[in-house]
């Protein structure tokens, strides 16, 4: 702030490691010197004295002006210093006010260089990656969570308010992040538990800093988790709910059937992602080539690279993909067994370049399911890499 003045007022010098008003002061402490010894901030009372070129000296009235303005301006900006931080509009309402009764301007800029050196710098906000590791990681008080905050599990499918989220978030389980991605304004984050099981996490915030919105979805118990591909595993219920479509189709309280529904076609008829940012890759996997009517698998597959992994925690860890064929593997058995009627559609990605988060959900025969919450991590040549996916298995 000083040299910015310093660069504006005529022989101001302010020192890096020094006040305005220390200038000031030091100036005043030193007293009458020869010319020699004159700094460039003596200038501008050598001009407006009309004696360029000569020096201060005990018996110049001028001089003895000068220095009692000096010794004025370093008692202000001292008091004005040492008042600390406080609102700027006021610090600058009464520096203002000082400075309108100095008529001498060195002394003047003085002043106003020491009030705005100790005003107080903006907040600078935390990361979206910090917060959520706080959140994991530290005891917080409820000024974390805004006031309309919202949290949302399988097993906790709405908890809303300040106070109630806060008081969940006490006694939730303790988790470890293992993985976090780079987003934005909003961040998501893979887990395990001390008792061994793995889930992950949306985290959205608000400007402030707080969270808003935090949907985690825990893997579920082993003896529920699938040993095949789960939508052929889940062929015979999606049989089932299609003939329960037909016959109770007319009964409104039965299904929400859009007859008019078209089955899932690509979005913008993309032939490759926008970018190779995390966001715009998923968002065309998801968009663009699951949906493609002609070798949907294929364009899949080019986004990843040849040691991916995918992990599926409705899946007994057995029978993870791990490699760029097992993943092509589960890739087509999920469209083969899919069901036409079936859509996935994507809610909200977090914005991130190497790394993001994502929240989804199924739709079939006009009902959609509970999100489900997937984290995907791109290599160095923005292919993927990682994909960790867990949903509710109830719908």
């Known amino acids: 702030m000083g040299g910015a003045l310093a660069a504006t007022t005529p022989g101001l010098t302010v020192g890096s490691h020094g006040s305005a008003g220390s200038v000031a002061f030091a100036s005043w402490q030193q007293g009458p010197r020869p010319a020699a ?169 608000n400007e402030a800093g707080q969270m808003t919105l935090a949907r985690e979805i825990l893997e579920p118990a082993g003896f529920s988790k699938f040993k095949t591909n789960n939508m052929q595993s889940l062929s015979p219920a999606f049989a089932v709910m299609n003939v329960a479509k037909k016959v109770f189709g007319f009964v409104p309280d039965w299904f929400e059937i859009d007859i008019n529904k078209e089955n899932q076609r690509p979005l913008y008829g993309l032939q490759f992602p926008k970018t190779r940012s995390a966001p715009d890759v998923v968002r065309y996997l998801w968009e663009e080539a699951y949906c493609a009517e002609e070798g949907a698998v294929d364009k899949i597959m080019e986004q990843y690279s040849e040691d991916a992994v995918f992990e599926d925690l409705t899946y007994v860890e057995e029978v993870f993909a791990k490699g760029w064929d097992e993943v092509s593997k589960y890739q087509k058995e999920t469209k083969e067994n899919a069901p036409e009627n079936l859509r996935f559609v994507l809610d909200e990605v977090t914005k991130g370049q190497k790394s993001c988060a994502c929240l989804w959900h199924v739709e079939f025969n006009g009902n959609k399911s509970p999100r489900g919450v997937s984290f995907y991590e791109l290599n160095d040549e923005g292919k993927v890499c990682y994909v960790r996916a867990s949903y509710d298995l109830s719908f």
């Open 37 to 205: 010894q004159l700094t460039t901030s003596d200038s501008l009372s050598r001009q407006r004295g009309g004696r360029a070129g000569r020096g201060f000296s005990a018996d110049e009235p001028k001089a003895s002006s000068n220095v009692c303005a000096l010794a004025a301006a370093a008692a202000a900006a001292i008091t004005v210093a040492s008042r600390g931080p406080s609102r700027s509009s006021r610090r600058r309402a009464h520096v203002i006010q000082q400075c309108s009764s100095v008529q001498e301007d060195q002394a003047a800029s003085l002043i106003v260089a020491a009030a705005l050196t100790g005003e107080k710098k903006s907040r600078v906000l935390l990361s979206p990656q910090r917060r959520l590791q706080n959140l994991f990681e530290l005891e917080i008080n409820k000024s974390s969570f805004s006031e309309n905050a919202w949290y949302e599990s399988p097993d906790n499918p709405g908890i809303t308010g300040q106070k109630r989220v806060k008081e969940f978030w006490d006694s939730r389980p303790t988790r470890i992040i293992e993985r976090i991605c780079d987003g934005k304004d909003s961040c998501g984050c893979t887990w395990k538990q001390m008792d061994g099981r793995r889930g992950v996490s949306f985290f959205r915030f």
